[in-house]
Every structure is written in C-alpha cells, then in structure tokens.
C-alpha cells in the first residue's frame, strides 16, 4: 500500500465520515425523543439556576443518571432517555464524589439547601464538597430553584409535600416545646411511639452512637444537642434543641422512627438509606442519654433478649 | 509583524519547533498546578474556600484542558514540526507561521484558562472551552494543518513515513472532531438535547485521545525509538494495519462512557467490541517498535529522551490492557463514576501521551539547539519523580474506585464512603506533588537549555 498525502488525509477523513454517520448520526436521527412521564420544561428561574451549576461544575462530582442496580440517592427512579429531553447540555456526569441529582427535587426544603451550599459540612459533617458562600444570597437562591426541579414532574410533587409539611412544622415550633414536642411525637404511627430503645444501653454502644452523631447530626442539633449547630441560623423550624425533651415521653421507637423517614417540610431529612437499624437504634440511645438524659432503653415491653446481649 | 520576525529570528533556526516545546513545558507546570489544587479541595475543602476562580469546580476543567491543548499537544507537536521536515528531507513550510502559531496558541489558553476560571464553561466534559475559544482552537490547528501540508508538497523525499501519518492524519482529524464535539454551529449552547447529547459528547471526548493524542504520541515513538537505537523499524506491514485500525477501531469506543445509560444497546455493543477490539491497534504497534528497538535497552537507557518515550509505550501497554477490560459491562459496574476512571485517565493521558511528550520534546531539544541539554542530571530526577508520581497515582486511585465501586455496589452510600477515601486522596495529592515538582523541573531545564545555555555547540 503507497502512503501518499492523499491516501493518508483522504483514507482517514473517509472513515471518519463513516463512523460520524453510524456513532452519531444515526443515533441522532433516530433517538426517542418523547417526553418521558415526568417531563414538564423548566421555568425561567430554574434556567437561570441551570447556568450556575454548568458554570460551576457541579456534574463532575454529581451525576444525573440512575442505573438499574444503585441504591443510594434518587435511585427510587431510573433514568429514561425521555426524562431528558429538554437539557442541553445533558449533565449525566461522569463521577460520583457526591450524590446523584437526578431526582434531588423535593428531597430536601430549600432552607436545607440555602445551610448547604453556604458551608456543606453544616449540614453534612463528611461531606468533601466546596463551600459556595461566595455565590451571594441571590445566586443561592437561584441554584435552589434549578437543584429542586431535578427529578421535573416529580420534584414538583415532593415539593409540594415539602411546603404543606414546612407549614405544619413551623405552626407546631411556633406553638411552644409543649405543642412542638407533642406534635413530634403524634406524626408517629402509634406502634412505633410504644416502642421502647430494644438495645440496652452500654459504653460500647454509646461510643458507637456517639460516632454517627457526628457524622450526620452534629451539624444542625450542635455538640451539645441544643439545635445550636452551624446550620442554624439559615433553617426554620430551627433543629429541634434535645434538651427540652425531658419528661415529654419521647420513646426510642419515636427517635428511631423520626430518624429513619426524616421530618418532610424541615431540614431533618430521613436517614434509612444511609444508616443500618441498629446504627440508628445507637444514635437515638446516645441522644437520649446524654442530650434528653431520659433513656428508655431494654425496659418492658420487650422481647428476648438477643443472644449477645448481657 | 516586525516583532514576530524578531522573535523567529531570536529563536534561530526550528524557531517554531522550540516556540513549541516552550509552549508545552510552561503549561505543564500550570497544568500540574491546577491539578494540585484541585486534589487539595477533594482533601480539605474548606482550605482554599470561596475563591470563585480556582474552587474545584473550576480548577478541575482548567487543569484538564491545559494538559490536554496546553502540555501534551502542543509537546508533540513541538516534535513532529522538527521531524516532518527531517523525515521529508526538507524545510518547514514556515517557521514564522510555526511561532505565530505558538503564539497565538498561549494567546488562546490565557483567554481558556480566564473563561473557565470566570465561569464561562460550556458544562460538557472536554468540551467546556466557550465557542469564541472554539474557533480560535480550530483555526490554530487550521495553521497547524497549513504549514504541514506546505511542508508535505515541497518535499524531496517522495516515500512518506509513518511518523508523518500519524501527525497529518491527527491535526486533520481533530480540526474535524472538535468543531464537531463542541457543536460549534451552535454558539449560545455548544450542546445538543437530550441523550444525543451524551453521544456525541464521548463520541469526541474519547476521540481527543483516539484521533489528537494518540497519533501524535505513536507518530513521536515511531520517530524516536528507530533513531535512538539505530536501528530500521521491524514492520512495514505491522505500521500500515497499526495506523488503519487505530483510524478505524478508537473512533467507534465512545459510547463505552454511556453503558449504563439509555442510549441503544446497538451503539453499546459497537462500543464494547470495539474497545475490547483496541489491542489491535495497540499490539500492532508495540509488537512493531518493541521488536525495533528489541536488545537495543542500553542506546534507550543512553538518551533521555529515547528512555521517556519507551516508558510511555510501556504505559500504553497497561492504559489498553485496562481500557478494554473496563469497558465491559460487568467490570463498569464496579468501575463506573468513581476514580477508578480517573487513574485509567491519568495513566492514558499523562503516563502514555504525557510522558511521550516530554520524551519528544528531550530528544529534539539538544538537535534544535545544537547544544546538548542543560542537565541531563535534572532530567533524569524528572523522569523518576514523574514515574514514582503518576504510578503511585494510579495504583492509589484504582485501588480507590475498587473502594468505591464495590461499597456502592453493596448498598453503602456516597456519603457513607467519604471517610474511608479520604486517606487515598492524600496520596494521591502527595503523589501530585512528584509530579508537580518534575513539571517545574522540567521547565527549568528546558528553559536553561533554551535560552541560558552554557554548553558547547554540537554542530
């Protein structure tokens, strides 16, 4: 085979133009673009908070796309090519250093969101994320709007459920710790608030209680429990201060309970995917014994006694 | 214009190939730099906190870009404008073009660099550069191309070899596919909708290093390892399946980034095949030169340059092995979205293209200034900081992904594993800080070798 210039340059720009034709453009000009169900376009505002995320580079920690076999965040819906159909640039993301934000929509109220974005370890203690304090008030805000359309039609439900909550969750803090405690406790289901701590309490499982807090709580509920946390001042209801709990029959099941499904319409968000039962049953022991000082843990009624229990 | 003839004439003859190999040693430390600070966030992100220009989402793209378009191809270009006119038996078309070129090309990463540091980013992986720094990359490898081709027609040497397939079939590839990628008919967006999007998006991202990189890089082997080891080159025929199948197999893989995406499955199974499909190309030519230069260690061992440029084929070597394993749908399972793909970008991008580059740039530098290097000590202390560095690197990040991939894949959370990687992404900083102290190094000595030299002439 001769290697002329013309040969070379020719030959390589042939296939090139037939590789562009089948790679590209035929998956171009037969790709499915109808509307998947939870399509709806986006306002003028959540463009505006588009911008910011691609000027920002949000999607190489976050991605956008669901797989068949994830567990953690969003993974209540996989990705559908017509769940799509409206971004340019699509933004599924290459790397995973933080959570998916493809249904992040209604996951959280803004104010949750407004404590993250100005310090992320405010609300989540690991968390490696940059700070984006910089951005001002007004962007925040912005930002919020396009991070709670992710997820569309679906966002807009969560959301939704998130204002009605928020409303009802403000009414009770604002009715005093009599009123707020009772309501904490009367969002439970019954089964749950009759349920004592199962775990009896031990050094070990209050070192190990004491670990998660500071992983997950210690940003908003503060060191010592009294909702004091960095988070603070950008949330409303405030974290609830632990310490005024005492003597308002807060069971462990209630603890356990709220910490497993969250508080929607407050900042408490719900910690079932990420914390194992008995990790959760340990949190909620700590709190209860170093923060409300009134530990029901291993009291009647209960079950037998677990084989390594002492 | 005057100041360009006087710029030309200081630099003396292989004006452009030195504008070049400067291009590519000062960008290496900005790269690197960038690079570092964004692995300093990923430790301690409160660090460097709330500055808007270097913050991770930032620093990250900046530091890609620079060492995709600001270290490596200009590196490599540096070399194939020296050996396209030796290899041709003829004079560049026009070394003042060369060194407008370069020029115009640090104009253009400035202007890159404050784009995306001020936030004008397209938001598309490789692709982020806004559409008015498009167009000026495309028109710098349009000059690229012009003074090229010139130096192709006027040659004496009627047989072209294979470096100079490589480099011509590379710059008019990439002016093709980056127009194309960075969907530059549409300025406002530089994006298409929708999942087609993503397609086309990988389609160019991988063909930065299948059609630009790539190419360049064998072009630069193929020229130096025959040369340094006297030796005439094994395989016409391995040379001639080698650079067809790379055209033909690299540009179909893409989509081996969107597997576990909706798009359809036809262009997955074409992407896997073909992946796995890329020890074609790659064995051919490493079987050619490895058999070129085959008893010859000790003449590679001798010139620095020669020993750059073997170690980066012994990199592509390993970046294959792995890019076809993980393009299998089982593996990407545990392999995807974590930095798993980070090492294998660092171990193709850096350890293979990169570290051609700079064997490149070691073996024309003493040819180009007729004087020897300035210190071959130093550049023997690069080659090993950069060696340790980058495999450390990818040892710590592969280990990482596995980490990763397997907690998620388990159930654990991204939160949840946070913890447990910290520890790695110190090492991988400190890593960083190998290379980062070989890429200053390195523009030391290139800079004393070019400029402040006091060796005697050679020729």
Same mark, same amino acid.
């Given at each position: 085979?001769?290697?002329?210039?013309?040969?070379?340059?020719?030959?390589?720009?042939?296939?090139?133009?037939?590789?562009?034709?089948?790679?590209?453009?035929?998956?171009?000009?037969?790709?499915?673009?109808?509307?998947?169900?939870?399509?709806?376009?986006?306002?003028?505002?959540?463009?505006?908070?588009?911008?910011?995320?691609?000027?920002?580079?949000?999607?190489?920690?976050?991605?956008?796309?669901?797989?068949?076999?994830?567990?953690?965040?969003?993974?209540?819906?996989?990705?559908?090519?017509?769940?799509?159909?409206?971004?340019?640039?699509?933004?599924?993301?290459?790397?995973?250093?933080?959570?998916?934000?493809?249904?992040?929509?209604?996951?959280?109220?803004?104010?949750?969101?407004?404590?993250?974005?100005?310090?992320?370890?405010?609300?989540?203690?690991?968390?490696?994320?940059?700070?984006?304090?910089?951005?001002?008030?007004?962007?925040?805000?912005?930002?919020?709007?396009?991070?709670?359309?992710?997820?569309?039609?679906?966002?807009?439900?969560?959301?939704?459920?998130?204002?009605?909550?928020?409303?009802?969750?403000?009414?009770?803090?604002?009715?005093?710790?009599?009123?707020?405690?009772?309501?904490?406790?009367?969002?439970?289901?019954?089964?749950?608030?009759?349920?004592?701590?199962?775990?009896?309490?031990?050094?070990?499982?209050?070192?190990?209680?004491?670990?998660?807090?500071?992983?997950?709580?210690?940003?908003?509920?503060?060191?010592?429990?009294?909702?004091?946390?960095?988070?603070?001042?950008?949330?409303?209801?405030?974290?609830?201060?632990?310490?005024?709990?005492?003597?308002?029959?807060?069971?462990?099941?209630?603890?356990?309970?709220?910490?497993?499904?969250?508080?929607?319409?407050?900042?408490?968000?719900?910690?079932?995917?990420?914390?194992?039962?008995?990790?959760?049953?340990?949190?909620?022991?700590?709190?209860?014994?170093?923060?409300?000082?009134?530990?029901?843990?291993?009291?009647?009624?209960?079950?037998?006694?677990?084989?390594?229990?002492? | 214009?005057?100041?360009?003839?006087?710029?030309?004439?200081?630099?003396?003859?292989?004006?452009?190939?030195?504008?070049?190999?400067?291009?590519?040693?000062?960008?290496?430390?900005?790269?690197?730099?960038?690079?570092?600070?964004?692995?300093?966030?990923?430790?301690?992100?409160?660090?460097?906190?709330?500055?808007?220009?270097?913050?991770?989402?930032?620093?990250?793209?900046?530091?890609?870009?620079?060492?995709?378009?600001?270290?490596? @191809? *200009?590196?490599? +270009?540096?070399? !194939?404008? =020296?050996?396209? $006119?030796?290899?041709? /038996?003829?004079? %560049? #078309? &026009?070394?003042?073009?060369?060194?407008?070129?370069?020029?115009?090309?640090?104009?253009?990463?400035?202007?890159?660099?404050?784009?995306?540091?001020?936030?004008?980013?397209?938001?598309?992986?490789?692709?982020?550069?806004?559409?008015?720094?498009?167009?000026?990359?495309?028109?710098?490898?349009?000059?690229?191309?012009?003074?090229?081709?010139?130096?192709?027609?006027?040659?004496?040497?009627?047989?072209?070899?294979?470096?100079?397939?490589?480099?011509?079939?590379?710059?008019?590839?990439?002016?093709?596919?980056?127009?194309?990628?960075?969907?530059?008919?549409?300025?406002?967006?530089?994006?298409?909708?929708?999942?087609?999007?993503?397609?086309?998006?990988?389609?160019?991202?991988?063909?930065?290093?299948?059609?630009?990189? @790539? *190419?360049?890089? +064998?072009?630069? !082997?193929? =020229?130096?390892? $025959?040369?340094?080891? /006297?030796?005439? %080159? #094994? &395989?016409?025929?391995?040379?001639?399946?080698?650079?067809?199948?790379?055209?033909?197999?690299?540009?179909?893989?893409?989509?081996?980034?969107?597997?576990?995406?909706?798009?359809?499955?036809?262009?997955?199974?074409?992407?896997?095949?073909?992946?796995?499909?890329?020890?074609?190309?790659?064995?051919?030519?490493?079987?050619?030169?490895?058999?070129?230069?085959?008893?010859?260690?000790?003449?590679?061992?001798?010139?620095?340059?020669?020993?750059?440029?073997?170690?980066?084929?012994?990199?592509?070597?390993?970046?294959?092995?792995?890019?076809?394993?993980?393009?299998?749908?089982?593996?990407?399972?545990?392999?995807?979205?974590?930095?798993?793909?980070?090492?294998?970008?660092?171990?193709?991008?850096?350890?293979?293209?990169?570290?051609?580059?700079?064997?490149?740039?070691?073996?024309?530098?003493?040819?180009?200034?007729?004087?020897?290097?300035?210190?071959?000590?130093?550049?023997?202390?690069?080659?090993?900081?950069?060696?340790?560095?980058?495999?450390?690197?990818?040892?710590?990040?592969?280990?990482?992904?596995?980490?990763?991939?397997?907690?998620?894949?388990?159930?654990?959370?991204?939160?949840?594993?946070?913890?447990?990687?910290?520890?790695?992404?110190?090492?991988?900083?400190?890593?960083?800080?190998?290379?980062?102290?070989?890429?200053?190094?390195?523009?030391?000595?290139?800079?004393?070798?070019?400029?402040?030299?006091?060796?005697?002439?050679?020729?």
């Amino acid at each position: 085979m001769k290697m002329t210039p013309t040969v070379v340059i020719g030959g390589a720009l042939v296939i090139l133009t037939v590789i562009v034709l089948l790679m590209v453009a035929w998956p171009y000009s037969t790709a499915d673009m109808t509307p998947s169900e939870i399509y709806r376009e986006r306002t003028e505002v959540e463009k505006a908070g588009f911008k910011i995320y691609l000027q920002n580079g949000c999607v190489y920690c976050h991605s956008q796309s669901i797989r068949a076999f994830d567990w953690g965040h969003g993974a209540h819906r996989i990705a559908q090519s017509g769940d799509y159909v409206g971004d340019s640039p699509i933004q599924l993301g290459s790397a995973r250093t933080g959570v998916d934000l493809s249904q992040e929509g209604g996951e959280h109220p803004d104010d949750w969101h407004v404590a993250h974005f100005v310090n992320p370890r405010y609300t989540r203690p690991n968390s490696i994320m940059p700070p984006f304090r910089w951005l001002g008030e007004e962007r925040i805000g912005i930002l919020t709007q396009y991070v709670q359309s992710l997820g569309l039609k679906g966002a807009d439900k969560r959301m939704d459920r998130q204002r009605y909550w928020k409303a009802e969750s403000i009414k009770a803090y604002e009715a005093g710790p009599d009123a707020n405690a009772r309501w904490l406790a009367e969002i439970v289901p019954q089964g749950w608030r009759d349920l004592p701590n199962p775990y009896p309490t031990s050094d070990a499982s209050l070192q190990r209680g004491h670990v998660v807090y500071q992983q997950f709580c210690i940003g908003c509920h503060g060191p010592v429990g009294d909702g004091m946390g960095p988070a603070q001042p950008w949330i409303y209801p405030p974290p609830l201060n632990f310490t005024i709990l005492k003597g308002r029959e807060i069971s462990g099941g209630i603890i356990y309970y709220q910490l497993m499904n969250g508080i929607t319409g407050t900042a408490m968000p719900y910690f079932k995917h990420e914390l194992e039962s008995q990790k959760i049953w340990e949190v909620g022991n700590y709190v209860a014994e170093y923060f409300i000082n009134d530990s029901d843990a291993n009291t009647e009624p209960r079950g037998i006694d677990a084989a390594n229990e002492p | 214009m005057a100041s360009i003839v006087n710029i030309t004439e200081k630099l003396g003859s292989q004006a452009a190939a030195k504008a070049f190999t400067l291009t590519s040693a000062v960008w290496f430390a900005f790269a690197t730099s960038f690079g570092m600070i964004a692995a300093g966030y990923l430790i301690a992100p409160d660090f460097m906190a709330n500055i808007e220009f270097i913050q991770f989402g930032r620093s990250r793209p900046i530091h890609v870009n620079l060492v995709l378009f600001g270290f490596v @191809t *200009p590196g490599l +270009l540096a070399a !194939a404008l =020296y050996y396209a $006119p030796r290899l041709l /038996r003829t004079h %560049l #078309y &026009s070394q003042r073009l060369g060194v407008v070129t370069a020029i115009l090309w640090n104009l253009t990463l400035v202007i890159g660099v404050i784009s995306l540091g001020m936030g004008y980013s397209q938001g598309r992986e490789y692709a982020e550069l806004p559409w008015a720094v498009d167009l000026m990359i495309a028109g710098l490898f349009g000059l690229v191309i012009f003074n090229l081709f010139m130096t192709v027609h006027r040659r004496q040497e009627p047989i072209l070899y294979v470096s100079i397939w490589y480099a011509c079939a590379a710059v008019v590839l990439t002016a093709v596919g980056y127009c194309l990628g960075n969907v530059i008919w549409k300025p406002d967006s530089g994006a298409l909708l929708g999942i087609p999007d993503a397609i086309l998006l990988w389609f160019y991202g991988h063909n930065i290093f299948g059609l630009l990189l @790539t *190419p360049l890089a +064998l072009g630069v !082997a193929y =020229y130096v390892l $025959p040369l340094a080891t /006297r030796s005439p %080159l #094994y &395989s016409h025929t391995l040379s001639l399946i080698g650079f067809w199948s790379l055209i033909v197999v690299y540009t179909h893989v893409g989509t081996h980034h969107l597997l576990q995406v909706p798009v359809p499955t036809w262009l997955k199974a074409i992407s896997i095949v073909d992946s796995v499909g890329m020890v074609i190309p790659v064995m051919v030519f490493l079987i050619n030169i490895w058999f070129t230069v085959k008893g010859k260690l000790g003449d590679i061992h001798a010139d620095i340059g020669a020993k750059f440029v073997f170690t980066g084929t012994i990199m592509y070597f390993f970046a294959n092995i792995q890019g076809s394993f993980m393009a299998l749908p089982q593996v990407q399972r545990v392999t995807h979205f974590n930095n798993w793909v980070v090492g294998h970008a660092h171990l193709g991008v850096f350890a293979f293209a990169g570290i051609t580059a700079l064997g490149g740039l070691y073996f024309i530098l003493p040819k180009i200034t007729k004087k020897p290097l300035y210190s071959r000590y130093l550049a023997d202390l690069q080659y090993w900081l950069i060696l340790i560095g980058v495999s450390v690197m990818i040892i710590d990040l592969t280990i990482v992904g596995l980490l990763q991939g397997n907690a998620w894949l388990n159930g654990e959370t991204v939160y949840r594993v946070l913890p447990e990687i910290h520890l790695y992404y110190v090492i991988r900083a400190s890593a960083g800080l190998f290379i980062l102290s070989g890429a200053y190094l390195g523009l030391y000595n290139i800079v004393r070798t070019l400029f402040f030299n006091p060796g005697a002439a050679t020729e």
